[in-house]
């Protein structure tokens, strides 16, 4: 069994910020998605870091990281990361998101470009979440929406109202298969009650209207795409997401191996062998 140590980085205006880290090599720096924390890589953690520095961030107010009032938006994750990444002294680094955590990495390559970049995994994020009126039904499962602007406010009152944690609950729970045990399914969902709801909301809010659909295209280091068959994600904007990065490969995970929007828990032992192949 691999040592998984915890370790601590303080950001530029003060908030301290948890990693979990294991293995030794090239690194890769796993990045979780909305609400989502460094915990939930365990698998990858533990599947990886035979050949790898493997190591996932905790977001500011997420998993371990300090609970802080400001900054919740991915422009203020993007310098995060730079920071952390600039901390380690991690010249060459590999990157995977899991969904909103996708949203951070378009955000920094807008900000920094390539910077210290070496590879790029992409796992279930669409350009953009929210749909406009005007776009035809092709081109909302191009981009990928899923939210319509009712719905998003809705949602955002939701988490910070008096039904937050069961609105939580079956947000987190709607995006998991039956294949997830009660236990898997319980350790999921309180990962993601770590993070105080009003923060969720504004997380929510802020990936919601974000359009990536410029910045994708100028991605030019090798990249994987991992997308669910059987996610709330549509395949087709993982698809398209390929389509605009050159040389970029995509990988399939079908309904009956897990292929949810979290199938690098579901399908984790495909998910790590997939990486590790990319990876090299």
Not at 78 to 100: F, N, P, Q, T, Y
Not at 132 to 153: N, Q
Request: hydrophobic residues 40%; charged residues 25%; aromatic residues 8%.
């Amino acid at each position: 069994m691999c040592e998984i140590k915890q370790t601590q980085q303080v950001t530029s205006d003060g908030v301290e910020l948890s990693l979990l880290e294991a293995g030794s090599g090239s690194p890769l720096m796993m990045l979780p998605g909305w609400s989502q924390t460094a915990a939930m890589f365990r698998h990858q953690l533990e599947g990886l870091s035979d050949r790898y520095r493997v190591i996932a961030l905790d977001w500011r107010g997420h998993g371990h990281s300090q609970k802080v009032a400001h900054g919740y938006r991915l422009s203020r994750f993007a310098m995060d990361l730079h920071e952390v990444i600039e901390a380690l002294d991690l010249e060459s680094v590999a990157v995977l998101g899991h969904s909103r955590g996708n949203g951070v990495l378009w955000c920094h390559w807008d900000l920094f470009g390539r910077d210290r970049f070496s590879k790029m995994i992409i796992a279930e994020q669409p350009p953009t979440l929210l749909a406009r009126s005007a776009w035809s039904p092709e081109e909302r499962i191009r981009a990928g929406c899923i939210v319509e602007a009712s719905e998003l406010v809705t949602s955002c009152d939701s988490l910070e109202g008096p039904i937050a944690t069961v609105f939580a609950r079956d947000f987190v729970a709607g995006m998991l298969s039956d294949r997830v045990s009660k236990e898997d399914r319980r350790f999921i969902i309180q990962e993601n009650l770590r993070l105080p709801r009003r923060a969720a909301a504004s997380l929510l809010q802020d990936t919601a209207t974000a359009d990536w659909r410029d910045q994708i295209p100028q991605i030019d280091i090798p990249t994987l795409i991992c997308a669910g068959k059987a996610s709330v994600v549509p395949y087709a904007s993982q698809e398209w997401i390929q389509q605009q990065i050159a040389g970029a490969k995509i990988v399939p995970f079908e309904a009956d191996e897990g292929g949810s929007h979290f199938m690098f828990w579901e399908a984790f032992e495909k998910f790590n062998r997939v990486v590790a192949e990319f990876l090299g």
